[in-house]
C-alpha cells in the first residue's frame, strides 16, 4: 500500500501550518549560495500547495519570513522579497481555485512587495478553495503585542472592560481570525522548535518534526506526516474514556 492509500480521507487536518526550515544548509551542502536554497525552496512551496489542496486541507499557513529574519544579511533580504514577488503568480492562484492571504507586520515590507499582496489577496477573495497564507514579517510575539495594544485602545475608548478581555476577543484580534487553529504543524530541517510561529493558535497543534530540508521535502513526505496525525489521539485535556 502506498502512502496516500493509508491516508484516511475523512480526517484530514483542517488546517496544517509548516516552518519551511533548511533552505540555507540544502544550498551549502551543495556549495551554493544560501539564496539557491531560497529558490529550489519556493519549488516546494508549489508542489506542498498543490498536493496539500488535493487531500482536500483547507488551509495552508507557511512561515516565509519572521520578523527576526529582517536581521539576515542585506542581500538575503532582498533576494527573498523578490522571491516573494516573483513567486506570487495571480494566475496560478486563480487556476487552482486558492484564497490568498497575509499574516504579519505588512508595513514593514518594501511597497513592491505588499502590493503584490494586495493585488493577489483581493482577486482570489471569491475563490472557494483552499485557503494559502504566507507568514510574512510574522512573530506571534509581535501579533500577540498589537492585539493587546488593540483591546487597550478598546478599554481606553469605553468599548470594553478590562474584565470583558476573554480568549475569544484575543484570538479576534490576531492576524489569524479568519481561520481555525492549525490541526497539525510541520517543522522541516531537523530542529525542533516553534521559533515564535503562532504560539497562541498551537496550544493544541499536534506537531510534527523531520529532517528533510525544506527543499527536498516532496508530496510522500507530506502524506507521512499526514499519517503521523492521523495516528495521535487529540484529548484536549480530557481522558482517554470521555472522548472515546
Ligand atoms: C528558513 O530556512 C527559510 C526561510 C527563512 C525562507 C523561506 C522561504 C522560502 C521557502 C522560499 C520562498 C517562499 C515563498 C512563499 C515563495 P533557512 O534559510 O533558515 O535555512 P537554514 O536553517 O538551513 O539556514
Known sequence: MTNLEQIDKTRIPQHVAIIMDGNGRWAQQRGKERCCGHQAGA????????????LGVR????????????????????ALMQLFIDSLKEETLMKNNLRFRVIGDKE????????????????T?????????????????WELTNAMRLLAEQIQ???????DIN??????????????????????????RLSNYLLWQCSYTELYFCDTFWPDFSANDFYD????????????????????
Open 43 to 54: 519549488e516546494t512551496v508549489n508542489k506542498i500547495t498543490e498536493t496539500a489542496a488535493y
Open 108 to 123: 514593514r515590507l518594501p511597497l513592491n512587495v505588499r502590493e503584490s499582496i494586495n493585488r493577489c489577496e483581493a482577486d
Open 225 to 244: 506526516a499526514i499519517i503521523d496525525y492521523q495516528h495521535r489521539e487529540r484529548r484536549y485535556g480530557k481522558t482517554r474514556e470521555q472522548i472515546q
Open 59 to 78: 488551509y495552508l499557513t507557511l512561515y516565509a519570513f519572521s520578523t527576526e529574519n529582517w536581521n539576515r544579511p542585506e542581500f538575503e533580504v532582498q
Open 125 to 141: 477573495s471569491s475563490n472557494t478553495g483552499m485557503t494559502l497564507v504566507l507568514a510574512l514579517s510574522y512573530s506571534s510575539k
Open 157 to 163: 475608548e469605553g468599548k470594553i472592560r478590562p474584565c
Open 167 to 192: 480568549e475569544e476577543n484575543i484570538s479576534q484580534q490576531l492576524d489569524t481570525a479568519f481561520m481555525p487553529d492549525p490541526d497539525l504543524l510541520i517543522r522541516t530541517g531537523g530542529e525542533l
